[in-house]
Structure formats: C-alpha cells, structure tokens
C-alpha cells in the first residue's frame, strides 16, 4: 500500500466516450502527477499541481483535462480519446521537491 | 531532447546468476533514481545517486552512479524469483523531483 490509490484500475472506452480517472492520497502530500506508460516507452510526465496549482502541462492534447480539486484529490477527464491513448496512466504524489510515490494506474484501452 | 537509454530492454536468467543493467545519456543529471515496477502495480523507488561515482548497495542490489553524472548502472547479485519486474531509471535535471526523465525499462525475469 503506497497511500495513493487510484480508479478505476481498468477502464474500456470508445472514442465518443467521457470519462474520468480519479487518484487519491493519504500521505498528506502537497504535489500531485500525472505520468502515462505505453508499452516499451518511458513514462511520460503529462501534468504536475503543486498546492492545487496546475504548473507544468507537458504538450498535452486538450482532450485530456485535469482537475485538482484539492491537494488530496486529483482527476483525469477524457473526452474524445484516440486508440493511441491507450496506456497505464499513473498518478503520483509528494511532497514538492521530494521522491515520487505512485498509485497501481488506471490501464485505459480505446476502442 | 533528453534522453536516457536502458540496456538491455529484455533479461531472462535462472536464479542465482548475476546481471547488470545499464542506463545511458548525453546529458548530465544532478541525480539519477531507480525504481521497480511489479505488473499491475506502479513504480517504486529503490535508490537514488547525486554525486558522480557514488555507489549505493541495497541488499543484493549495487547501484553506480558515473563519473560524469551521464551514466548509471545496476548490478543484482544472486538473482531471486522475487527480482522480477521493470527496472526503471530516471534522471533529474534540477535537482527535484517534478521533472523527472524516465528510461524505457529493462523487463528483468528470474526463473526458479
């Protein structure tokens, strides 16, 4: 148990779906990250909120939107995906400037 | 672009050999981490390195940063079944954690 949770754990979706992905953590953490992982490809950092605040947006497609509510809780909205979206998408959390701590991801397939 | 090559991206050996993953780039970091990732389940960190040359020991586990901060290595002595996972390395260019550069992984098998 890392203290980040996140879900669902799988998701299936068509690309005129809406959707979201939530992460959760009970570290009392003030970061919070989105990664995603495809197969034989290094993660990829899609998203960081430091306090809430959105500051670093890594080039991502508008049709992924994050929302960090607060610093306990983050989400991923999907609309309109691609089959390309297709991934192990991790959420992480820490304390700003200190090591990552990772939920178990939401493997996403599009169809 | 940075990048930061693992070699190699497969490994499959009996239990009790030994091995040595290797991760690779042209630019410098100001500290390296490597991390285990077990199906199903999301990377956790093992080590980090800051100082060039340093070498960390985890168990059965050595890990080397290089000289010039541009290379790292990960020795595993006497694999064990239980050593199965990615192993992932990923490099800090600023010296924290919010932008880090992952490696592809070496997918790492021991059979009993």
């Known amino acids: 148990e890392t203290g980040v949770t996140q879900t669902p754990r799988h998701l299936v979706m068509g690309m005129t779906n809406k959707k979201s992905l939530k992460c959760e953590q009970h570290?009392?953490?003030?970061?919070m990250y989105w990664y995603k992982q495809s197969a034989k490809k290094p993660l990829e950092l899609m998203f960081v909120?430091?306090?809430?605040?959105?500051?670093e947006n890594n080039s991502v497609p508008s049709r992924f939107s994050p929302e960090c509510p607060n610093s306990s809780h983050l989400f991923l909205h999907l609309h309109t995906l691609q089959p390309e979206d297709s991934a192990l998408y991790l959420c992480?959390?820490?304390?700003?400037?200190?090591?990552?701590?990772f939920g178990s991801g939401t493997q996403l397939s599009v169809l | 672009t940075q990048l930061l090559e693992q070699s190699p991206q497969f490994l499959s050996i009996q239990e009790g050999e030994n091995l040595t993953v290797y991760c690779n780039s042209s630019?410098?970091?100001?500290?390296l981490q490597w991390y285990r990732q077990e199906p199903g389940e999301g990377p956790v960190l093992l080590v980090t390195?800051?100082?060039?040359?340093e070498v960390k020991k985890l168990k059965r586990l050595t890990f080397q940063f290089g000289d010039a901060r541009k290379d790292s290595s990960l020795h595993i002595t006497a694999a064990q079944p239980g050593d199965t996972g990615l192993y992932l390395c990923?490099?800090?260019?600023?010296?924290?954690?919010?932008?880090?550069?992952f490696g592809a992984g070496t997918r790492l098998a021991v059979h009993p």
């Open positions: 992480a959390s820490s304390q700003i400037g200190e090591k990552l701590f």
């Open positions: 570290l009392g953490h003030n970061a």
């Open positions: 909120y430091n306090f809430k605040e959105q500051t």
């Open positions: 630019s410098v970091f100001s500290s």
């Open positions: 390195v800051v100082t060039g040359g």
């Open positions: 990923a490099g800090s260019i600023s010296g924290g954690y919010n932008k880090l550069i």
